[in-house]
């Protein structure tokens, strides 16, 4: 079983930054895309920004140009650097990663619980 914990979340003012981190552990064999998703209360979950295998960066339109999105392949971990942030940037930021585990070498897609990120003045 795969477990992804994330954290870094946490209390900022518009204009500031965060560094939001998400560490999967278990039986990996490999990670292939990983993904920052967001919901805000009464809204459906989005994507925030993708990063492949490769290190290629995606982004939503609403974060482009302030979001950086990054991963250590040997620490099995993707951040999310997040600047000048904005009121409507508060949500819950969940991880998601396409795994492959030992023994099996099944692939699926797994989730973190969720780390919630309020920026307000």
């Known amino acids: 079983q795969v477990h992804m914990v994330e954290s870094g979340g946490g209390l900022v003012q518009p204009g500031g930054s965060l560094r939001l981190s998400c560490a999967a552990s278990?039986?990996?064999?490999?990670?292939?895309?990983m993904y920052w998703y967001r919901q805000a209360p009464g809204k459906q979950r989005e994507s925030v920004a993708s990063?492949?295998?490769?290190?290629?960066?995606t982004y939503a339109d609403s974060v482009k140009g302030r979001f950086t999105i990054s991963r250590d392949n040997a620490k099995n971990t993707v951040y999310l650097q997040m600047n000048s942030l904005k009121p409507e940037d508060t949500a819950v930021y969940y991880c998601h990663a396409v795994i492959t585990t030992r023994p099996t070498m099944f692939t699926n897609s797994y989730w973190g619980q969720g780390t919630q990120v309020t920026v307000s003045s």
């Open positions: 278990g039986s990996i064999s490999s990670i292939s895309v």
């Open positions: 990063i492949t295998s490769t290190s290629i960066p």
